[in-house]
């Protein structure tokens, strides 16, 4: 299985943006998918997860800004994220199991500066 992450960027602060990933898997649906974000130095932290019943789960510093959400086709899954903030900036992972294994997307940049 393949995740295929998305929509990093540059951002101010106080701006948006949507990561969108994708798993190579069709028909099936994931248990689990989410996000983690690794900023330099620091250990990766989960910032998101949902479940395939639609439960999701988020890290306190981003309760209120971020969304998670999965797509109609249930391999996908994204993060839109609002009001974002120089801590933010990270490498953001996706992560989905399935069938009791692991797997990443390469990551994708998110970068917040004025």
């Known amino acids: 299985v393949q995740l295929q992450a998305s929509g990093g960027g540059l951002v101010q602060p106080g701006g948006s943006l949507r990561l969108s990933c994708v798993a190579s898997?069709?028909?099936?649906?994931?248990?689990?998918m989410a996000w983690y974000r690794q900023a330099p130095e620091k250990q990766r932290e989960l910032v998101a997860s949902i479940n395939s019943g639609g439960t999701t789960t988020y890290v306190d510093s981003v309760k209120g800004r971020f969304t998670i959400s999965r797509g109609n086709a249930k391999n996908t899954v994204h993060l839109e994220m609002h009001s974002l903030k120089p801590e933010d900036a990270a490498v953001y992972y996706c992560?989905?199991?399935?069938?009791?294994?692991?797997?990443w997307g390469q990551g994708t940049q998110v970068t917040v500066s004025s």
């Open positions: 992560n989905a199991v399935l069938f009791s294994q692991t797997y």
């Open positions: 898997v069709t028909g099936i649906s994931i248990n689990y």
